[in-house]
Nanobody, 116 residues
Framework: QVQLVESGGGLVQPGGSLRLPCAASGFPFRMYTMRWYRQAPGKEREWVASISGGGDSSNYGASVKGRFAISRDNAKNTMYLQMNSLKSEDTAVYYC?????????WGQGTQVTVSS
């Protein structure tokens, strides 16, 4: 059974940083590209970043490029999202996703709130 568990969310001031881990199990982690998405209140879910199975290739959405960094530790079956220079518009629930199986799998999400 595929399981993705995000953590590390919370309240942070503008300009601050957070690191979100996503712990994975139930599939061959190192073989799959992993993604982060986010969903703000009243908005559609937005793709944030992707990382290849080996961790040697990554891509970012325009709104986070240069501020966020995606990484993974295949020995720990864990993906990370390092978020720096946070803005109020980064406030959202952050989800990790793997395109495994017929429809992929999502985590339960972790809330990030950027506010003074």
């Amino acid at each position: 059974q595929v399981q993705l568990v995000e953590s590390g969310g919370g309240l942070v001031q503008p300009g601050g940083s957070l690191r979100l881990p996503c712990a994975a199990s139930g599939f061959p982690f190192r073989m799959y590209t992993m993604r982060w998405y986010r969903q703000a209140p009243g908005k559609e879910r937005e793709w944030v970043a992707s990382i290849s199975g080996g961790g040697d290739s990554s891509n970012y959405g325009a709104s986070v490029k240069g501020r966020f960094a995606i990484s993974r530790d295949n020995a720990k079956n864990t993906m990370y999202l390092q978020m720096n220079s946070l803005k109020s518009e980064d406030t959202a629930v952050y989800y990790c996703y793997v395109p495994y199986g017929s429809s992929g799998a999502w985590g339960q999400g972790t809330q990030v709130t950027v506010s003074s």
